[in-house]
């Protein structure tokens, strides 16, 4: 006799009347316990759990914020997802640019660009890829993605670029004055890319007719797992803020103990923080919705610029940190192309398997040209 009875909604865990997966909450908690007992510092099993622990933690954090965006909706959601990761990502950037291992005043532009890179042609490139063998050709909305490549080409030059040829100051960094200017500047493109996408021109940013996704409308999480997610979010961020301070030192050293570049550091960092969007990205081309696909991919790289320069900018002025901002001419060159081949790839409102093997090319020359400079 098959067994009908079904839980009381009280008599289910509380996680679970929550929306929260138990992991998302088990390892900010773990990570607390970490910092109280100064995991990272018990030798090389307590630094690898450590790390374990601050992986799983920016994962939980990345989902309390989708949770806490959907329920405020937009435009405060996307907003809120993109402080949440932009502090994450500061926090490593800082702590590391705080540790005593090696000089690590190009570390923000090292993460800025690995995370460029990642991002058009390591994410691109595999949802085109992935797309393209399962169905062919995909189609989206070519007004929106032109609309963020705009964008983020104006972001990229003038943070990446431009301070290679600015004569204030020698080397590749901006005068103070001039860090502000682009860190504002930065943030109101970000602030207006924002306001275009989810408010005066959505429809730029839609699935058009039959590839709207099933869970378009999906019903928000109700207020009670909302606030749950938002006090989570607050106590994983937290502990990725501390963690990240306390495994450091040992990253850093272990990179250059290797005869690593430091910029391997940035990707790592940009990896990490990337990391739950991606996983969206590659799920939404995967089932043949590649503007969704395109949304998580350019609105990150567009957050990468226009919340993490201006925080890092922030950091750098009132600590006195060093900032060096301008790229080296390998990484333009390297630049350049995925900029003029993501605006070829997709500039015509329709991809093949093509655009994703060259630009998983491109970004394969990344990595080893970064091993081996």
């Not at 006195?320 to 997709?346: E, N, Q, Y």
Request: aromatic share 6%.
């Amino acid at each position: 006799m098959t067994d009908t009875t079904v839980m009381h909604p009280t008599k289910r865990p509380l996680f679970e009347r929550m929306a929260l997966p138990w992991w998302t909450w088990a390892f900010p908690l773990l990570g607390l316990v970490a910092i109280a007992v100064g995991l990272a510092k018990l030798g090389t099993a307590g630094t690898i759990a450590a790390a374990v622990i601050l992986i799983g933690s920016v994962l939980a954090a990345v989902h309390h914020a989708e949770v806490v965006a959907h329920r405020v909706g937009e435009p405060f959601g996307t907003l809120v997802l993109a402080v949440a990761v932009t502090v994450i990502e500061v926090s490593l950037i800082v702590s590391l640019m705080l540790a005593d291992s090696g000089d690590a005043s190009a570390l923000a532009r090292d993460t800025v660009f690995a995370a460029i890179m990642i991002i058009l042609n390591g994410i691109v490139g595999l949802c085109l890829l992935a797309g393209g063998l399962k169905h062919g050709e995909q189609r989206f909305t070519l007004r929106g993605v032109s609309a963020a490549l705009c964008v983020l080409a104006a972001m990229v030059v003038l943070s990446l670029v431009l301070p290679n040829y600015v004569t204030s100051t020698p080397g590749p960094s901006y005068a103070p004055s001039q860090l502000v200017f682009v860190a504002v500047v930065s943030l109101i493109l970000y602030v207006s890319f924002v306001m275009v996408q989810t408010v005066r021109h959505r429809d730029y940013f839609l699935p058009e007719g039959d590839n709207l996704p099933k869970d378009a409308h999906a019903a928000p999480p109700t207020d009670a797992a909302a606030w749950a997610a938002f006090g989570t979010l607050l106590v994983a961020l937290v502990t990725v803020v501390l963690l990240a301070k306390d495994l450091s030192a040992t990253v850093e050293a272990a990179v250059l103990n290797a005869g690593l570049p430091l910029a391997v550091v940035g990707i790592v960092i940009a990896a990490l923080v990337l990391a739950p969007e991606s996983l969206a990205a590659y799920r939404a081309a995967w089932k043949d919705r590649l503007q969704t696909s395109l949304n998580l991919a350019l609105g990150s790289a567009l957050a990468t610029i226009g919340l993490t320069i201006p925080a890092v900018a922030i950091v750098s002025l009132v600590l006195g940190l060093p900032l060096a901002m301008g790229l080296d001419p390998k990484s333009i060159v390297l630049l350049i192309l995925s900029l003029f081949t993501i605006t070829l790839s997709l500039g015509t409102g329709k991809t093949t398997v093509l655009g994703g093997v060259v630009h998983l090319v491109i970004f394969a020359a990344y990595l080893f040209t970064t091993i081996v400079p």
